[in-house]
């Protein structure tokens, strides 16, 4: 018994130090900004914040080290475990060179802000971002690319061949599509899809961004930066006022279209490139995602319009578009103020921004919500649960759904579906009733809540250095669970608690 | 004379500082503008802040964003009034502070319902400078010895093959 909690231990051990090991080389890339821009502050932060990172991961492989060399099995239990334990352990080694730039208030807001970023929700605390260094701008955009594909997914691509149980602590982070066979082909072809992409859209932007008058090491800058954040449905912008800086109807539609593919599966990508663009429009989610699209725009459109906010309706399309997208996209980047919503949008805007948000993207992309496949999937189950009653008991049907590949509709499918979406709903309820005892209207907690259960990132003004501690831990957790869909942090949650049970039994013995 | 003299001294000291305050309730904060959107909305407003990031000109009309820290807000203006600036806030640098007045529009129908102030008028308070941040020296020295300690733990790991040999005791 003993022997095995111990050979649990190096196993999550030494894959954890792994996985924040391979996050610690990331550094590197603001070190190197900050060499090339001559920020020498910075480039101390970051070279403080990589040894201690890579130190904490050298420690954890060492102490786990058996582990290769036994060969061990990556159990289901592990990969949970390992996934939670390293974005625990990475939000806070990642915090440092925030709480180092002096432009955070405390390391709390550092670490909300880190969590903000690997989970692509895109909320920020980091205070007076118009004079933040190259380097710290690199990293916080970083951040939110890496934390778009995953850690773990990271980590694989580079694993040594041969790894038992890769799968595993694929799951683990949320992801469970399979590209080819194996995880590690898998990872890398997720990376191969992000960086075609990462070159085409940066580009898009670094032209457009010349176009509109900015220069050209900036305008590179930026699209760098806004293409990560996109591309991750992040929401993360380099300046206060987010994609509002730019003033601009054609930077705002480049960004729409990456924060769409970004929204989309990895699976529908792959499959596209392979030639089947029927996937398209066969793909359950995808059909999904252009109803919830279509019937939150046209809503929000018709009670702005009547409530006379826009002047026109050409104004009137390119603000409520772009930001019922950005929500149901979980993207978070906002063209209009945050305290807009609650002022001008009034309590059926909110309503549509909370629903859209609650729903989020695709699975197995870089966005968040409780998915659009788990949406077709319960509604696709309801309407099979009517068309039974309505059919003779003798008529037996095999009801399926289209995601990749035809799926039989099983009641399990239907089942674990629901299951998620209840504990996003559980988690939402209480971040509302959390917001209502801070002192928030009703409307505005639930916006809030939405935002980071969804990993969104738009804000309706709650979220500030100034607001309740409380919140900012409550938010931490939220986007946390929300990212890794529950399980790994209800698996870290269950082996904990189980060691310390077994270590409190012993101690009264 | 003289005692007339104190007596007018005596009264503008008395009257400046309300010149003063009636003259800085003229400029409204940029939070002020977008929590009251409708009271301001196509009146002229006066705002006072540090230009950020850079100017985008296009054309005639130039963008510049206007940071008075309690929020950021687009200003409309001539190019050839923007090109007065002269710096633009950012990590090295911080801005002009200008005072711009302008029609505040809480969703211009020209500029695609965006939240913006088409300016009128511009006026340099004060000139930017150059921030000058010093090197940390503790800073540095935790760096180095940091990186120092990292760099031995990784060659002691690699020296000693922990790795493999843990991978033949295992195979």
Redo the contacts between chains.
């Keep these: 018994m003993q022997n095995s909690t111990l050979h649990n231990f190096e196993i999550i051990s030494y894959y954890t130090g792994y996985i924040i090991l391979g996050t610690a080389v990331l550094m590197a890339i603001p070190i190197l900004t900050a060499l090339a821009f001559a ?3 910075p ?3 970051f ?2 914040s ?3 990172t ?2 904490v991961g ?1 420690l954890l ?2 102490l786990g ?2 582990t ?4 061990a099995d990556v159990q289901w239990k592990h990969g949970f475990v390992i996934a939670s334990l390293s974005w625990i352990f990475l939000t806070a080694l990642c915090a440092v060179p925030y709480r ?1 730039s002096g432009h955070s208030a405390s390391f709390l807001d550092s670490c909300f802000d880190v969590m903000s970023g690997f989970t692509t929700t895109g909320l920020v605390l980091t205070q007076d971002l ?5 380097a710290l701008n690199m990293w916080r955009h970083l951040l939110t690319f890496i934390g778009g594909q995953g850690m773990v997914v990271l980590a694989l691509t580079f694993l040594a061949k041969g790894t038992n149980g890769a799968y595993r602590l694929y799951v683990g982070e949320a992801k469970d599509i399979e590209l080819v066979p194996n995880v590690k082909g898998t990872a890398r072809i997720i990376w191969k899809i992000s960086f075609i992409y990462l070159a085409v859209g940066t580009a898009a932007l670094w032209l457009d961004g010349l176009l ?4 050209p090491v ?1 305008a590179f800058l930026h699209a760098l930066y806004m293409f990560e954040s996109s591309w991750s449905t992040g929401g993360f912008a380099p ?3 987010n994609i ?4 601009s ?1 054609s930077y705002e539609i480049i960004t729409i279209v990456i924060f769409v593919l970004g929204s989309f599966n990895f699976g529908l990508h792959y499959a596209v490139w392979q030639g089947n663009r029927k996937e398209l429009f066969k793909n359950i989610e995808i059909r999904s995602f252009f109803i919830t699209s279509t019937a939150a725009c046209l809503m929000a459109l018709a009670w702005l319009m009547k409530r006379g ?4 309706a ?3 399309f ?2 409520i578009v772009f930001n019922v997208l950005s929500a149901h996209t979980t993207t978070g980047l906002g ?3 945050a ?2 919503f609650a ?2 949008w009034g309590d059926f805007g909110i309503m549509v921004m909370v629903i859209v948000m609650l729903i989020g993207g695709s699975a197995c992309s870089t966005a968040g919500g409780f998915k659009g496949l788990r949406v077709g999937v319960i509604m696709k189950g309801i309407v099979k649960e009517v068309k039974k009653l309505l059919t003779s008991e003798r008529n037996l049907r095999v009801y399926k759904f289209h995601y990749i590949k035809e799926q039989p509709l099983s009641d399990d499918v239907v089942r674990s579906a629901s299951l998620i979406v209840i504990c996003y709903i559980i988690l939402f309820s209480i971040g509302t009733m959390l917001g209502t005892t801070c002192g928030y209207s009703l409307a505005q907690s639930a916006f809030e809540a939405a935002t980071v259960t969804g990993n969104v990132g738009l804000s309706i003004g709650i979220t500030s250095p100034s607001m309740p501690a409380v919140l900012k831990i409550y938010d931490i957790i939220a986007m946390f669970m929300g990212r890794l869909e529950f399980l790994s942090v209800f698996a870290l949650i269950g082996y904990s608690g189980g060691a310390v049970i077994r270590q409190c039994k012993k101690v009264f013995k | 004379m003289q005692k007339s003299i104190q007596i007018i001294f005596l009264a503008l000291l008395i009257v400046l500082p309300f010149t003063a305050r009636a003259y800085a309730a003229d400029t409204v904060e940029i ?1 002020q503008l ?2 009251q ?1 409708n009271r301001f909305n196509r009146t002229q407003v006066v705002v006072q802040g ?1 230009a ?7 054309g005639d009309m ?2 510049v ?1 206007l ?1 008075d820290g309690t ?4 200003i ?1 203006m001539k190019t050839s009034d923007a090109r007065r600036i002269a710096m633009f ?3 090295r640098q ?1 801005g002009d502070t200008v005072r711009v007045t302008g029609t505040f529009y809480k ?3 020209e ?6 102030i088409h300016a009128v008028s511009l006026e340099i308070i004060s000139p930017g400078r150059v ?1 000058e ?1 010093p ?2 020296s503790r ?2 020295a ?3 010895s ?2 120092v ?2 760099a031995l ?2 060659a002691a ?1 690699k020296h000693k093959k ?2 493999r ?7």
């Design positions: 920020e020498w502050d480039l101390c932060d070279v403080i990589m040894s201690l890579m130190l050298i492989i060492f080290r058996q290769r060399a036994r060969r180092l118009d004079h933040l260094s190259n509109i008058g900015l220069k900036s300046m206060t006022q509002m800086y730019y003033h109807l906010v826009y002047p026109d050409l104004s009137a390119r603000r063209s209009i103020y305290r807009q002022l001008d | 939070n977008i929590e959107e540090e950020i990031g850079e100017p985008m000109e296009r130039c963008w964003n940071n929020n950021a807000i687009g409309k806030g950012n990590y911080k969703a211009c129908a500029d695609g319902g965006e939240t913006d921030t941040r090197l940390d800073k540095a935790a760096a180095v940091l990186a300690l990292t733990c990784l790991l922990i790795d040999l843990f991978q033949r005791k295992g195979g």
